[in-house]
């Protein structure tokens, strides 16, 4: 199992060992918002879900803070998501991005989201500081092209379900696992769906007056003459 080294704001230094990954999918409050996410994705050929939200078990392993991301191809992309982790110091948040190949995922949601790397960031938060102002929190994403940054995803965390929700959902229970981590579904994109040279994601907390950011590049790995 990986483990992680990350900054906990106003405790310091930790480590934390993950080993289970899941990704919720399609996991907003608004359900004409789930539909027009799912509608967006279906322009690319990527299947209806099953049952909205879904959740996705991945490999732990990737789980990444690195800044560079390799992925194969230029046919990925990345979205701006709060994840949990459950770990000894308790409910734990920061920020990542579910990088997926949009080629793979039109025809395997499930075999897309292993084939990239899941980024995170170094910093955390404790949950419990940030749950009686949950629905003011703010996701961002941008995406850069050519050398320049746009604005690629903007919401309130509002719009997706409770990450409470979420947990009994997926648990039965009121706690993830120690050692699991889990991303709580994103935002539909601001124009075009697709890839990026780097992505930049942020959680913005105005209550508190602080933010959570992670950037990162993506290096295309293609077929060698």
């Not at 919720?24 to 279906?42: F, K, M, S, T, Y």
Request: glycine content about 10%; some cysteine.
């Amino acid at each position: 199992m990986p483990t992680l080294s990350f900054e906990l704001t106003g405790h310091g230094p930790i480590q934390v060992a993950i080993d289970q990954l899941v990704i919720a999918g399609w996991a907003g409050r608004d359900q004409a918002a789930v539909e027009a996410h799912i509608a967006e994705l279906a322009e690319l050929g990527v299947p209806r879900p099953s049952q909205v939200p879904c959740f996705y078990r991945l490999a732990a392993s990737l789980l990444s803070s690195d800044q560079r991301l390799q992925t194969p191809g230029r046919n990925s992309s990345g979205e701006a998501e709060v994840v949990l982790i459950q770990a000894p110091e308790g409910l734990l948040l920061g920020i990542g991005s579910d990088h997926t190949d949009r080629k793979v995922e039109s025809y395997d949601v499930t075999v897309s989201k292993q084939l990239c790397a899941k980024p995170i960031g170094l910093e955390l938060w404790r949950f419990e500081e940030v749950a009686p102002h949950w629905e003011r929190l703010q996701l961002k994403c941008w995406r850069s092209r050519d050398g320049a940054d746009e604005l690629y995803q903007d919401g309130e965390v509002a719009s997706l379900l409770d990450p409470r929700d979420l947990i009994q959902r997926l648990t039965g229970g009121e706690r993830l696992p120690i050692g699991w981590a889990m991303f709580c579904g994103t935002q539909p994109v601001i124009g075009e769906l697709g890839h990026g040279d780097a992505f930049e994601v942020a959680l913005i907390d105005p209550v508190l007056g602080r933010e959570l950011r992670h950037r990162y590049r993506v290096e295309a790995l293609e077929v060698a003459s």
